[in-house]
């Protein structure tokens, strides 16, 4: 049989809620209370699955370790340490490195019907991604994910969605599917708030400037970028709002073309494109129209300062802004 053509099926864990204890190195800290009764609940669930993982490859922190032998002792298989699971060392960005690991130690995936891996975040949702490049999703502690397919997909990438075990009392996948669906289309009236408010101001600001009759050089700059943002904040707002259409007017032929059958992906795919390349560039534009303006004074020290502000206020975002699903 071509073990690279067998069917796989992959579990991917967080781990459990870890004790709270400064004194002890993060690798160190073992499962709290509350996060072995997680893993107990999450057993039981995986239980109600009807599968059972040959092998739990495990982050070698303890936490991870704690959980992938509570799993183990209660769905049978074993418990084996790779430490390209462990929270340090960089994003995950393929699967290469896992297999290598594993086959190392003779542990050959291609071999395996059913494999768990039991992890942190953000490495767990990255894997997500490249074993399923089409999945977006990060999980909370003592939640898995289930993906199949077949060895050569997932070193590909195109391993499919199967189901997801949410932490809450509820396993049942069209209810975790749902609760992000909600949580997405509440994200996207957000953006459609920044829109409006970003819309409205760009539309303010030309106003001011076309009252004026002749434009300068830097007027006419900062008008035509001031156009071009309020033009793609509109379009913004159109599509945010078609985004959070009642998704039984949705074409089945189009939720089909996401190769993907949980209509949450569509949304979450649509919403980020919408940012990066009509929201984000809106936002570029209108930075480069206000920066215009400064040159429509004579005072070069306060372009200079102005310029200097916008400057340092970009790099404080980049070296502030959240990094977030961190374990």
């Known amino acids: 049989m071509d073990t690279e053509k067998s069917h796989i099926q992959i579990i991917l864990i967080r781990h459990g809620l870890k004790q709270v204890d400064k004194l002890l190195d993060d690798a160190d800290k073992p499962l709290s209370l509350e996060g072995c009764e ?3 609940q999450l057993a039981n669930k995986l239980a ?24 183990r002792k209660s769905l049978s298989g074993k418990l084996v340490v790779l430490n390209s699971m462990k929270p340090s060392g960089g994003q995950i960005k393929s699967f290469d490195k896992i297999v290598n690991e594993a086959n190392q130690i003779g ?27 089409d999945q977006r999703y ?29 932490s809450d009392k509820s396993s ?17 009236k957000s953006k459609m708030t920044v829109s409006t408010f970003l819309a409205g101001f ?74 990066y390349w009509v929201f984000t560039p809106g936002v570029a534009f209108a930075l480069i129209g206000l920066i215009a303006t400064l040159f429509n004074t004579s005072n070069y020290l306060v372009i200079f300062i102005g310029i200097v502000i916008f400057a340092v206020i970009i790099l404080y975002y980049f070296r502030m802004k959240p990094i977030l699903g961190q374990d």
């Not at 092998?55 to 070698?60: D, E, H, M, R």
């Not at 059913?114 to 490495?123: L, Y």
Request: proline share 3%.
């Open 38 to 40: 997680q893993v107990k």
């Open 202 to 275: 760009t539309f303010t600001v030309l106003n001011d400037f076309l009252k004026e009759g002749n434009l300068n050089i830097p007027q006419i700059i900062a008008v035509l970028f001031m156009t071009a943002a309020m033009s793609l904040f509109v379009a913004s707002l159109y599509m945010y709002d078609q985004m959070l259409m009642p998704k039984k007017y949705w074409f089945n032929e189009v939720i089909h073309t996401t190769h993907s059958n949980q209509a949450h992906n569509l949304l979450y795919r649509y919403m980020v494109r919408t940012w």
């Open 138 to 166: 990060t999980l909370n502690r003592a939640e898995a994910v289930c993906l199949e397919g077949t060895y050569e997909d997932f070193l590909q990438g195109k391993g499919k969605f199967k189901w997801c075990i949410s």
């Open 48 to 71: 109600c699955q009807n599968l059972k993982p040959m092998v739990f490859f495990a982050s070698p922190y303890l936490h991870a370790k704690q959980t992938a032998d509570i799993l």
């Open 172 to 188: 049942d996948n069209n209810d975790c599917d749902k609760e992000i669906e909600n949580q997405l289309r509440e994200k996207v």
């Open 107 to 133: 542990e050959k995936l291609s071999h395996l019907e059913v494999v768990a891996f039991v992890g942190h975040e953000p490495k767990i949702s990255q894997l997500l991604r490249c074993l399923a490049q």
